[in-house]
C-alpha cells in the first residue's frame, strides 16, 4: 500500500465519509452530497463553528474556490447558520500543501471554516506583522501556487464576490486562526481542538443547525 492511500485510511474525514462514524455530533454531517460535507468542528471554542470538506483526499481548498458545486454547497451551509444564529460568518482556512505540514493542524484533508462570528480578526492579525494582501476567493489558487497559505474573510453572507485576506506562508505555525479566536474570547490557554474540545459548544452547534 502506498503512503497516500495509508494515510486516507488514517483521515478521520475519509473515514467519516466511509460511513465509519464514532461521535454523534462532530462525525454526522450536517449537511453531504457526493461531493462534500459540513461537520461541526471539534474544538468549538464558539457555537457555530462548521467545517465544509471535500470527499477528495487532497491537502488545501485552493482547487475549489473556483467551482460552482463547492460554491453551491458552501452558500448552502452559510445560509443554514445565518438563519439559526442570526449572523454573517467569517471563513478560513489553513492551507497546507503536503502531508503532516504544521500548517494543517494536525488534519491532511482540505477544509474550509465557516464560524457565525460577528468579532473582527483583522486588527490581532496585522498586530502580527505579517503580510495580508486582499484578494477575491477565486484568485486564491493563482496567487499561491504550490505555497502554503492562509486566507481569512468576514462579514460573509454567501461565497459570491468574496473578498478577503491572503497570507502566503514563510514560517508555519500551527492552529493560527483557533489562537486569535481564542484570544479573542478570553481563553487563549485553551485554544487547541487537540486538548480542548468545548463538547457542549459541540453538541449544541449540532442540534441548532440539524433541526
Known amino acids: 500500500m502506498n503512503e497516500k492511500l495509508e494515510k486516507m485510511e488514517e483521515c478521520r474525514f475519509c473515514r467519516v465519509f466511509a460511513y465509519e462514524r464514532e461521535s454523534e455530533t462532530v462525525d454526522n454531517p450536517i449537511l453531504e452530497n457526493d461531493d462534500f460535507m459540513a ?11 462548521v467545517l465544509v470538506i471535500p470527499r477528495k483526499h487532497i491537502y488545501s481548498m485552493r482547487k475549489f474556490y473556483c467551482d460552482d458545486a463547492f ?3 458552501t452558500n448552502n451551509i452559510i445560509s443554514i447558520i445565518k438563519e439559526k444564529y442570526q449572523k454573517d ?6 492551507g497546507a500543501n503536503c502531508c503532516d505540514s504544521l500548517t494543517s493542524c494536525g488534519t491532511n484533508h482540505a477544509h474550509l471554516h465557516v464560524v457565525a462570528y460577528d468579532k473582527s480578526l483583522l486588527g490581532d492579525m496585522k498586530k502580527d506583522g505579517l503580510e495580508w494582501r486582499q484578494c477575491d476567493l477565486n484568485e486564491i489558487e493563482k496567487l499561491v501556487g504550490e505555497n502554503e497559505y492562509w486566507f481569512y474573510a468576514e462579514k460573509v453572507g454567501s461565497l459570491q464576490n468574496v473578498r478577503g485576506y491572503l497570507h502566503i506562508i514563510k514560517q508555519p ?3 493560527y486562526f483557533r489562537k486569535l479566536i481564542a484570544n479573542k474570547e478570553g481563553c487563549i490557554e485553551k485554544f487547541s481542538y487537540k486538548e480542548f474540545r468545548f463538547e457542549e459548544n459541540e453538541r449544541l452547534t449540532y442540534e441548532t443547525l440539524t433541526r
Request: glycine share 8%; proline share 0%.
Open 71 to 73: 460554491i453551491h454547497f
Open 173 to 175: 505555525e500551527s492552529q
Open 39 to 49: 461537520l461541526v468542528s471539534k474544538g468549538a471554542i464558539v457555537k457555530g463553528w
Open 89 to 94: 460568518c467569517i471563513i478560513f482556512e489553513h
